[in-house]
């Protein structure tokens, strides 16, 4: 993937976050995008999410789902802490 490809699924993916974090904030938490390499999107959950036992659920039911529909080119997302 080129770089330029790579900016553009970077800035992309930060959008769309944008639009979740409302309602990580809600309860607590937020995402940090840390990386977006080959089409793996690397997050970091934090505040309350980091710690939640749920946040496997919300990191791909909830946040893998919509990029995957969202932003061409996503092959999966991961956790990172």
Do not use: H, W
């Amino acid at each position: 993937m080129s770089e330029n490809a790579q900016s553009t699924m970077y800035d992309e993916v930060s959008e769309v976050l944008d639009k979740l974090r409302p309602f990580l904030q809600r309860d607590g938490g937020d995402v940090e995008l840390v990386d977006v390499e080959d089409g793996i999107i690397k997050l970091k959950l934090v505040g309350a999410c980091g710690s939640c036992p749920s946040s496997t659920i919300t990191l791909k039911a909830g946040i893998e789902r919509a990029l995957l529909e969202e932003v061409e080119g996503v092959e999966e997302v991961v956790q990172v802490f």
